[in-house]
């Protein structure tokens, strides 16, 4: 017998919301029972039940879990309001403008035994997941370096970031919003990072924060790794993955291109086929996992505590940047650790 379909709410409904709201649309298992939206008409396109109100939703609604997809720093308030119902999360990130906050909306879920996970797509996309295969499978043997190379034309001109203009007055901008996703995928693909050295600069004058960054991590198993970026810029040929990436072993290498496909000495060992949805459908997939683990009462690969050591990396390059030294991300774990002990 078919299990009956998980009733979910999302609440904030702008523009990147979209993309999960179409992805929920073609889970079966889930209904998108009801939306809240500061402007009402976009609640009321996106669920049978709209409000502008969180508080009043979760009064008023019976949902099985909520989609949080509202700007950051109103993330810490509404996870700890879900919470507080025992409803289960799924957050977008960035978790929160403030490490303090992070660890906090972690806290809060965990000492109200409510499951809350963090919408960190880039790790989903077809293309990194297959590159984890082949890896795994020996393409490069030992890995012994790795560059990440992120590149979007929407960072220029007097109006930049179109789509999201609230990127302007960020103080923090593209490692926070943008190349924390490569951090993510660094872990998920390497492991966990022992250090950071980072460097930024804004180039464009009209916005509050950083616009070009260059990072370079170290693993715990010693693998060096750059991750560069900027959107001054569009991949050459442009593609869904947003950039390039190398990953040199000591057996070969592996070249993954903006357009998805997976590269090895002249030959592609990898087709991306993937046309629907957000950027391989990573959207759908992210969603598609948070599901099937709240289902199974298994922990999720961002759950919260988890998705912290991508937060202390990217607050680590904060540091370095300010510091000027290297960083190591455990310094600011090792503190969250104790507060919980």
């Known amino acids: 017998m078919d299990s009956p379909k998980l009733r979910g709410a999302i609440i904030g409904c702008g ?23 500061l402007d ?16 009043e939703l979760l009064r008023h609604e019976r949902v099985d879990f909520v989609d949080i997809a509202t700007r950051p720093d109103s993330h810490l308030e509404l996870v700890s309001l879900a919470v507080s119902h025992g409803i ?38 077809p293309w990194y997941r297959e590159l984890a295969r082949l890896i795994a499978g020996g393409a490069v043997g030992t890995p012994v370096a790795y560059t990440f190379r992120t590149r979007r034309q929407d960072g220029l001109g007097e109006a930049p970031y179109s789509h999201q203009p609230y990127f302007r007055q960020m103080p923090r901008l593209l490692i926070y919003e943008t190349l924390v996703h490569q951090i993510d995928t660094a872990r998920f693909l390497f492991g966990e990072i022992a250090s950071v050295f980072a460097r930024a600069r804004r180039v464009n004058p009209v916005i509050a924060g950083e616009d070009q960054a260059l990072l370079l991590l170290a693993h715990e198993n010693g693998l060096p790794g750059v991750i560069d970026g900027h959107r001054f810029l569009n991949p050459d040929p442009d593609g869904p993955a947003m950039g ?27 087709e991306n086929t993937v046309t629907e949805g957000y950027r391989g459908d990573s959207v759908r997939a992210t969603q598609q996992h948070f599901v099937d683990r709240l289902r199974a ?8 505590r988890e998705y ?17 030294r290297v960083v190591a991300p455990l310094e600011l774990l090792s503190c969250a650790d104790s507060a919980v002990g």
């Open 244 to 270: 390039e990436a190398w990953i040199e072993g000591d057996a070969g290498a592996l070249t993954l291109r903006a357009t998805g496909d997976i590269w090895q000495q002249g030959r592609r060992l990898w």
């Open 15 to 37: 523009f990147f919301a979209q993309f999960q709201i179409e992805a929920w649309r073609r889970m079966p298992e889930v209904e998108l029972a009801a939306a809240c939206d």
């Open 308 to 324: 912290l050591k991508t937060v202390a990396a990217v607050e680590a390059s904060y540091r370095s940047i300010a510091e000027n």
């Open 40 to 55: 009402p008409g976009r609640a009321r396109a996106a669920a049978p039940r709209p409000y502008t109100s969180a508080e």
């Open 88 to 125: 289960p999360v799924i957050c977008q990130k960035p978790m929160a403008p403030r490490w303090e906050d992070c660890r906090r909306m972690v806290e809060a879920a965990e000492s109200a035994g409510v499951p809350l996970m963090i919408h960190e797509n880039w790790r989903w996309q």
């Open 297 to 304: 009462g298994t922990s999720f690969e961002s759950e919260g």
